[in-house]
């Protein structure tokens, strides 16, 4: 099992940044794709970006690009998630998520196990 446990959530002012940052439990942290969703009150959970296991693939969705940057660090079993230039529309409960799969992929479905998420609140 895979154990994933978010921080970094907050409070940031539009135009702000914050980093997030998932560790993951276990010895096995390389072998999974993972992924960031996002989910506000009222609305379905939405893709945010995914990364490969070695780091090499990313994949963002559109309302994210050039704003916010998907890392990871397999020696610390760490995925990270930059967020720059937030919007209002930004807010939501973030989660980190990991998939078996061998492609970076933006559907929830595809990731098996799933931590328990973060705030992010940007003001207006």
């Known amino acids: 099992q895979v154990q994933l446990v978010e921080s970094g959530g907050g409070l940031v002012q539009a135009g702000g940044s914050l980093r997030l940052s998932c560790a993951a439990s276990g010895r096995t942290f390389s072998l999974y794709t993972m992924g960031w969703f996002r989910q506000a009150p009222g609305k379905e959970r939405e893709f945010v970006a995914a990364?490969?296991?070695?780091?090499?693939?990313?994949l963002y969705a559109d309302s994210v690009k050039g704003r916010f940057t998907i890392s990871r660090d397999n020696a610390k079993n760490t995925v990270d998630l930059q967020m720059n230039s937030l919007k209002p529309e930004d807010t939501a409960v973030y989660s980190c998520?990991?998939?078996?799969?061998?492609?970076?992929?933006?559907?929830?479905?595809?990731?098996?196990?799933w931590g328990q998420g973060t705030q992010v609140t940007v003001s207006s």
């Open positions: 998520a990991a998939a078996g799969t061998i492609s970076v992929v933006p559907t929830s479905g595809d990731y098996r196990y």
């Open positions: 990364i490969s296991r070695a780091g090499g693939r990313t």
